[in-house]
């Protein structure tokens, strides 16, 4: 009998606590609904050998289980409850599907023909078939539980891969050859690379997008063929008989060790002269104000010649200069495949359109024109929205002393066509409370933005150095601003005040990226504001509060009022490869590096500091299973003046913090630091005060489906969470601010610990998350005691409360 053992012990190291969770995770495999007294398939594998790169090996690995026929390939779940193999984590194997060797040989030519058509003239599969009975005399409600589980193993060895010797061009047309060997140094064939047939398709379709960047607008693939080196073009071809076969490889050797091969793109015999004619703009014609259902009641239309453009319209809606403006479709011109992306993109930029259509239609006048008709469907103006949030937290407030039930409406006011040029404003105001102890009212809240969002870019600077032809080179750009008020008042403690407005730009751009026979995007995103201006201000502070300030110095630096006149610059990059995605965040900011110079402002209320931050994200999606990572790391510094000296720590509202929902999740928000000080482990333990010039953290995830019900996924993750706060100096110059500073001699040896399980609800367009988290390795633990396991037992977690995952 098979089963899987499950392992318990009183006493565990915290070295092999993620290596029995990957066990208890991965090891047990159980069938569910499988065809009786038949041998199913359980498992299938796949191994290349061969002297192969790692990374390529894993690439070649991945795509040969692409080429598995359907009913060899298993598909399982990760399922909690207690299966008659006496687990409560196990691996859920539905439907297995029956064993045919059919199926074994129609995998082997698939994976034959993908080897072929990646330069492997000659591999070697060999399969190994396992039958193997479970439960055999084992009889239950009178049914038999046998299982015939049939393992599949698969060798492959892929042998020596052809690589490109040459690569020519020779196009009958003297214009096309002309523009092809002026782009020849954006080939996507290399001199000694690995053979790939997909690399030469994509290659042809570089050539064929060149040319329609000249004007042949009917040109296309099917006009170009790919001439292959005799011998190699019959080894890599899999319908090769196997003598023939043979005999060519001879010859192989007889001519060289190093297998290359040399292929030259040709033209195809013309069968359609249009195909070679180069085209030009005709007629362009715009439709700006098309309703998106067919109106019957009669309208009247006003045509406007523009930039030799005619705009039909039925209303006033849009400024049709504005509109001109972003046409790069013009009459005369050459057609340009890239004008036309340029033109397309363009508009689906603009908030006030819902989409639209560009159609190219034969001139009437001259065969080599193209007319050009745009129509464009307006989106609904303004939009007025009503929400209510509501939040349960712990210690979630500036200062609290308990568990948080906090509630905000919201009311917003969207404008997607301001000063008729798809101009987008925002409008929020927005108010609220949270109830602490005893549901008293515990602080209140309210909140005014405002923000415009233009589709390019304004300069308002002369001197400013911006990127040029953004919109050129494809980016999607806008100018941004936005101003803010917020009002914030801790009833017995304090009143705050923030006053904000920024300018700023932000450009973007999504990019099909193609590695050999993939294809995968890029988006790049960067944002700037030359102007960013922050003002926090206490005019109400309670006797209470000033009492707590008085007795903890370094508290009166943290709350302290300040300006910020400075600027910000972010530039975030999301790969999305296969089933991996990356994130990269990087952000800087400063205030005062000018300004702080004058000594007046310097003393005064200017801050002055730089603050920065990176933080990497890898996702891999299994389909119903993820695993997620993230790194994250911050630090910032302060060197302004003060009425008494020099600024030593940022102020709370740039410093960091850690713990919540979305950080260290088995510590309360703002309720893990800094280092291992006792600083807050006293009287002010219950406060979340402690703020940082340095934050470090680490994540990781691997999430999971337990199942459906009502349309809501359930689902579930296992986390750890690594990470902590400093400052640069000691908070405190006392035996309790002792491990609260930063040093790289020991910094490591404070980092916390955390892990847990959770529940999530899953409702397509957002996630309710319940985490419930323990505190491995806590560095504030008493002093002598060990911090690994401290005062740890089954009710001492912290429950988070967060709404999608935190990251």
Known sequence: MSYCRQVTSSRVRAAIVPAILIFTLFSCRVPIDFQRGKPFVYKTTIKVEGNIKRDVKQ?????????????????????????????????????????????????????????????????????????????????????????????????????????????????????????????????????????????????????VDSFRNNGYYKFSKEDLYVEHDTVFAALIDPSLDPIEQAELLEKLKQRKENQTITVVIKQRPVRDSSHLRKYYIGNVTVFPDLPAIQDTIPYHNDTTEINRIQFISRTDKFKLSFLANNIYLLPGGLYKQQNYYRTSNRLNQFPAWEYNNIEFQRSIINDSLLDVIMRLYPAKKQKLSLSLEASYNTNSGLITTGNLFATNLILGLQNRNAFRQSIMTNTNLSGGIELGAHSTIQTVLATLSHTIVIPRIIHIVPFLNFPANLEAKGYNTQTLINVNAGYTKRLEFFTQINENASFGYNWSRTELKKQGEKTFTVTKSYLWKPINIENYTYPVIKDSFTTLLKDNPPLQITFRPGLVIGQQFAYNLIRAKGNKINYLLLDFEESGAVLGFFKSLDKGALLRYVRAQIEFRHTIDYGINQLAFRAYAGAGYAYGLTSTGYEHTLPSFKAFYSGGPNSMRAWRVRGLGLGSSKYYTDSLNEQDLRYGDMKLEFNGEYRFLLGTLFGIKFKSALFTDIGNIWSWEPIDTGALGKGSDFKLDRFYKEFAFGAGTGLRMDFNFFLIRLDWSYKIKDPQAAEGSNTWFYKLELGSGQLQLGINYPF
């Open 59 to 207: 690439d070649l690995t991945s795509r040969l289980e692409n080429q598995l026929d359907d009913s060899l390939q298993t598909k399982t779940t990760t399922a909690f409850g207690w299966p008659w193999s006496g687990h409560v984590i196990y691996k859920k194997l539905d439907h297995p599907p029956v064993y045919d060797t059919a199926n074994l040989d129609r995998s082997i030519l698939f994976m034959n023909a993908l080897l072929n058509a990646n330069g492997y003239y000659a591999p070697v599969i060999r399969d190994t078939v396992t039958f193997k009975v479970v439960n055999k005399d084992k009889i239950k409600k009178g049914v038999s539980k046998e299982e015939i589980r049939t393992t599949i193993r698969f060798v492959v060895k892929p042998g020596k891969q052809l690589v490109f010797d040459s690569v020519g061009y020779s196009l009958e047309t003297p214009e096309l050859q002309q523009i092809t060997m002026n782009s020849k140094e954006q080939a996507l064939i290399k001199v000694g690379a690995p053979y790939s047939k997909q690399l030469l398709t994509n290659e042809v379709t570089r050539l």
